[in-house]
């Protein structure tokens, strides 16, 4: 099982992308200033989350970093533009990042974060729409915003969802740093492993996903979304029975069943 080899960095500076193996790699390439985003790097993460998430040869994509940061949130550059900004401009740029967080979390593949180093303020947002985070041991993670008199708002919705929204308080409201240990703690990353093992343990997860059906495995993410925090009531019961009678029904859901009753691979392994 095998897909074609794609690589392309012309479109995306700030970012490296490349498609293996059905495994897509995006990674942060601003190391000089911790990976920090601007404008140009959201629309560059918006774009190639939506084309991702489109291609049939991407079954899982990873987003890792270069440098010894994973993300330290926002530039400071563009930082201080905004700070010229008026209530309106600020409306737009705030939307924008919005934009591409919602991008990344609904995005219907499974996302993986491989986080080599520290994560602070925006960068935790990126954490936090990821499926699966995989960090390093000695990784530090900080929900800065108030330091800057600013207030994480924007990511809020994920960060609370992922880290809980007892922790959430402490740490919106302290800004206090924790590290890899507490973050697994919390449940706001899944491991942490050491720096020498990263790149190996998320290549594991990731043939895990690859080997499951991409129908499958689309429609389980959209249950995550759907189902978490939902009442359950009829309206929500008739939907999981029409969603499993639906799965069931179709073609990778057939194959899938006859594949294992005659102890062969299906023909997503092919």
């Known amino acids: 099982m095998q897909n074609d080899i794609f690589k392309n960095t012309s479109n995306y500076k700030n970012l490296l992308v490349t498609v293996e193996n059905y495994v897509a790699t995006v990674t942060l390439n601003r190391p000089e200033i911790r990976n920090a ?35 330290a949130g926002a530039d400071l550059n563009w930082m201080r533009a905004m700070a010229d900004y008026d209530y309106e401009e600020n409306l737009a740029d705030a939307d924008k990042l919005a934009q591409m967080l919602k991008t990344i979390y609904q995005c219907p593949k499974p996302t993986v974060a491989a986080i080599q180093g520290d994560v602070y303020a925006g960068g935790m947002g990126l954490v936090a729409v990821c499926d699966i985070a995989i960090a ?22 994920y960060v609370i969802k992922a880290l809980g929204a007892r922790a959430s308080q402490r740490y919106f409201l302290t800004a206090e740093v924790f590290d890899a240990k507490k973050a697994r703690q919390l449940g706001f990353i899944h491991e942490r492993v050491n720096e020498d093992e990263l790149q190996d343990r998320v290549a594991a997860i990731c043939a895990k996903i690859v080997n499951n059906s991409p129908d499958a495995v689309k429609t389980c993410k959209r249950l995550l979304h759907d189902i978490a925090g939902a009442t359950i009531d009829d309206e929500l019961i008739t939907d999981t029975v029409r969603q499993i009678a639906d799965i069931r029904s179709s073609q990778q859901g057939k194959e899938g069943v006859q594949a294992f009753l005659q102890k062969r691979k299906p023909d997503w392994l092919a």
């Open 37 to 71: 985003f601007n404008d140009e790097m959201i629309g560059q993460l918006t774009s190639v989350f939506n084309e991702l998430g489109a291609d049939e040869q991407v079954r899982v994509i990873v987003l890792a970093a270069e440098g010894k940061a994973f993300c």
């Open 136 to 157: 390093v041991k000695n990784a530090n993670f900080c929900l800065s915003e108030v330091r800057l008199g600013l207030a994480p708002a924007t990511i809020s919705p």
